[in-house]
């Protein structure tokens, strides 16, 4: 249970307490993400939901919901997008294009992404909250903790010999991703009501995403970086979001 433990710790500001920290646990909490993603996943419906409910507009419930979503997992992701967007955005070799990602500054192709990623997010929310489609939305949050394995799984080496990327990368094998794609596309099916296909959809598309995402990262840096997971979960929640957000 030390890799769940780690998991929450790392990707939640819920206390996970103190397990020790080596490559054995740091793969078994990749492994254990999309659990923490379905938790994150049902508070995040939970309060969309309610906001709904107590009378707000759609699109300020959405607006809430993603800031709390960002305050619950400490904005780490989002961090990870800006850096990675950065990183390849300056074209640079790869140790260059490494450095730039350390780079505490958000150059404009971070503040960019974040603003189209973010509004992306607050408008699918609104719009799913208004029709009621909970269930999309937790899809959608447990979809971007579910390739997390897949940029770490074996055959890509770490960018850096320090940090995140070193502790997981190559340690998971290819199968683990898809096995969690696979159920939540199972799931999925009752995002949409009177359109099964379309919850499937999303997490598939979602699915395609990271895997361009991985390979792109791998070639350009080198390897897998702590960021490019952060880049993979919002891709996944927005376009699983987006998709699940189509039709009456």
Do not use: N
């Amino acid at each position: 249970m030390s890799g769940l433990r780690l998991a929450l710790s790392w990707l939640t500001v819920l206390p996970g307490g103190s397990p020790v920290v080596d490559r054995r646990v740091a793969g078994a909490a990749i492994r254990w993400a999309p659990v923490v993603g379905v938790l994150l996943g049902a508070a995040t419906a939970g309060l969309l939901a309610g906001l709904i409910t107590v009378g707000a507009p759609p699109l300020l419930a959405g607006l809430l919901t993603v800031g709390a979503l960002a305050l619950g997992t400490r904005g780490m992701h989002l961090d990870g997008l800006a850096d990675t967007t950065d990183g390849l955005g300056s074209h640079a070799p790869p140790e260059r294009a490494l450095a730039v990602m350390r780079d505490g500054a958000a150059g404009p192709f971070a503040v960019v992404t974040l603003v189209l990623v973010l509004g992306t997010q607050v408008a699918a929310l609104a719009a799913l909250g208004g029709v009621g489609r909970w269930v999309a939305v937790g899809v959608a949050v447990a979809a971007g903790r579910a390739g997390f394995a897949w940029c770490c799984r074996r055959g890509v080496p770490a960018a850096r010999p320090e940090g995140l990327g070193a502790l997981v990368a190559g340690s998971q094998p290819w199968w683990v991703s898809p096995l969690w794609w696979t159920a939540l596309a199972a799931v999925a099916v009752l995002a949409v009501p009177g359109r099964p296909w379309q919850g499937p959809l999303g997490v598939l598309v979602a699915a395609a995403l990271v895997m361009v995402l991985s390979a792109h990262t791998a070639r350009r840096f080198g390897g897998v970086a702590g960021d490019v997971l952060g880049a993979a979960s919002e891709l996944s929640v927005t376009a699983v979001l987006v998709v699940l957000a189509f039709g009456p």
